[in-house]
């Protein structure tokens, strides 16, 4: 049954798909829903787990399961989507880290002015940054929004957030160092 509808979408029946989908839907979404910590993940992978097997049919091997082969897919997918989630925690940790430490020192400079001089140089290096850029790193830290919910909102892709925010931080880094040395010369 299963080779008549793929060589039916080979042929260029985009019906014959749309019944796979209908098939295996189910059992890729328990299958991504049990190894990914959110719903909506799970549907995205899902979603490009279908897209991926239409893409590769013509590598499909008929005398291989189609829901085992599907599920091989999905599952490139969700361990490259953990490896993304693990990467973007230590991130976050390591950037908690950096901050905390650096504020921690700031509240033990002989100077009383430390933190102050900080702040300032921060709200005119906010102020310098370009509005989306401001917007995320507003709504993930100040609003302690996830990359996914800012993504949403601003209908844009994770990865975008991700790399504004890492551009939006180097930015603001950058340029508080530059702005701190200025009053440290002056």
Known sequence: MIANTIKRIQAGDLDAYEEIVRQYQGLLMGYAAH????????????????????????????????????????????????????????????????????????????DDQGPARELSALRKCMMALQTQAARVVRLRYDEQKSCQDIAESMQRSVTWVTSTLWRARKSLRECMDTKLSEEVTT
């Open 35 to 110: 190894r990914l910590p959110h719903v909506d993940v799970a549907q995205d992978i899902v979603q490009l787990t279908f897209i991926r097997a239409y893409e590769q049919l013509n590598e499909y091997k008929p005398e291989r399961d189609f829901g085992v082969w599907l599920c091989v897919i999905c599952k490139h997918f969700i361990l490259t989507e953990s490896e993304r989630q693990r990467r973007q925690s230590r991130n976050l940790a390591s950037y908690r880290d950096a901050l905390q430490t650096r504020v921690w020192e700031m509240m033990w400079v002989e």
